[in-house]
């Protein structure tokens, strides 16, 4: 892939999370406005993610079966018809039932071209500069959706007489149509996978292959499942931060909020990081840092002061990003070797929000059984921990059992599954 051709990539995956992130603001501000019920702000994220479980087996073969550049950008034209349905009347929530689909779609097909077109030396560059790209998206697409629900906003439409809400929902609707746009840009090639079968139990069946293939494969076996376990992980300390921040540090809803921003931007500094040192071979060298990342964090508890609460959550952000963007090479470059691109993709997907779907209702569960906000700050680190050692100790076991052979070596090749 040529270098313009990742630069188009990089910024149309920005301007999609953009409007993906400014649209979950702009539709609970409509379900204010709307009157209902706090409960149901959450479940708009639920839908959202809830699509890449379902949608799984069935992505991974439409990215492979038509050009991912095509996929992106329908992709994208379907989460821009979310908006769109909002604006002449739909519920938010079914709104999402719509957006939800189009983000499934769109995650095998960018990944999937970045391995297909990227040489595997260069993948764990490729990854960080996408990783830097999302987190900046969902910090600046939230700052993004803030604007577009203030009154300063509304008040720029008041004297034309077009509402604030309808003029959002029109504004995120545009920037999903430039993200689609760049996205036609990108040089086309044909289809990876034209011959994969389109029948349901053939897709059943093949999706339950792939991810026996990648999850017993050494290394995309570990990849895979400390991938999976941050993503959970991830998605549930966001909440625990929050309470966290109000609790301990005394800070407001919206003061608290920019607690996520450290991390954030702690991600993507070490994401960068990564990119630019870490090699695809070097990968599994990382797995301490998610021990540092587990033990570190139930140091939250000791911490009263937003001056020593932010160079930690830094900390923990920067080491996360250093983590994830070798882990997520080396998973994406094994899934390529042994799977078609969209069809490794849909595997981790599918894997790493379920992950995010469990670990969120246990956190619901343990909340409503009163656990203490400190508890599961601890209980949290611990598992994060404890897991990534023992992954770290089954790769060291595998190399000393097996140190010959493809699996010692993650760039090597290997056959992929029949379709």
């Known amino acids: 892939m040529s270098i313009h051709g990742v630069r188009l990539l990089v910024a149309a995956q920005f301007a999609s999370g953009l409007a993906d992130n400014a649209l979950l603001v702009v539709a609970i501000a409509c379900l204010v406005r709307m009157g209902e019920a706090a409960w149901l702000a959450p479940l708009l994220k ?12 069935f992505v991974g073969v439409l ?45 095998p097909a960018k990944y999937g071209l970045v391995t297909e077109r990227v040489p595997a030396a260069a993948l764990v560059q490729a990854n960080g500069w996408l990783e830097v790209t999302t987190v900046g998206s969902i910090i600046l697409g ?53 011959s994969s079968p389109w029948r349901l139990p053939a897709l059943l069946s093949r999706f339950g292959l792939a991810q026996r293939v990648l999850w017993r494969d050494r290394a995309g076996g570990m990849s895979l499942s400390v991938t999976t376990l941050f993503w959970g992980a991830g998605a549930t300390l966001q909440f625990v931060v929050l309470a ?7 800070l407001g809803l919206d003061q608290a909020a920019y ?16 990119g630019r040192w870490v090699s695809l071979a070097q990968a599994p060298r990382v797995l301490p840092l998610g021990v540092l990342i587990g033990l570190a964090v139930p140091l939250m508890t000791l911490v009263d002061t937003v001056g020593w609460a932010v160079p930690l959550l830094a900390a923990v952000g920067f080491a996360s990003g250093a983590f994830i963007v070798p882990m997520n090479a080396l998973l ?13 993709i849909a595997v981790q997907n599918f894997s790493e929000n379920l992950s995010v779907l469990l670990m969120l209702g246990a956190y619901t569960l343990l909340l409503a059984l009163g656990w203490t906000t400190g508890l599961l700050i601890a209980s949290l680190g611990l598992l994060v921990a404890g897991c990534t050692a023992l992954a770290g100790w089954r790769w060291r076991v595998s190399r000393r059992v097996a140190p ?14 029949p379709p």
């Open 142 to 194: 939230t700052a993004l959706g803030g604007w577009l629900v203030s009154d300063a906003f509304a008040a720029l439409w008041g004297p034309a007489g077009v509402q604030g809400g309808q003029a959002a929902l029109v504004a995120v609707m545009a920037v999903y149509l430039a993200a689609g746009v760049l996205n036609g840009c990108i040089a086309r090639r044909p289809a990876a996978g034209a």
């Open 63 to 107: 990215a492979d079966r038509w050009p991912k550049e095509r996929v992106m950008l329908a992709a994208n034209l379907l989460k821009a018809c979310a908006p769109l349905a909002m604006l002449v009347g739909l519920h938010p929530l079914a709104a999402f039932c719509i957006a939800g689909p189009g983000a499934a779609c769109y995650s």
């Open 259 to 274: 607690l996520q921003a450290v991390v954030a931007v702690g991600i993507a500094a070490g994401a960068r990081l990564a």
């Open 244 to 250: 966290w921040a109000q609790q301990s540090l005394g």
């Open 46 to 57: 639920l839908v959202f993610t809830m699509a890449y479980v379902v949608l799984a087996p």
């Open 332 to 344: 994406q470059h094994r899934g390529h070797v042994l799977l078609s691109p969209g069809e490794s």
């Open 404 to 417: 010959h052979g493809s699996l010692q070596h993650p760039v090597a090749q290997a056959t992929p599954p």
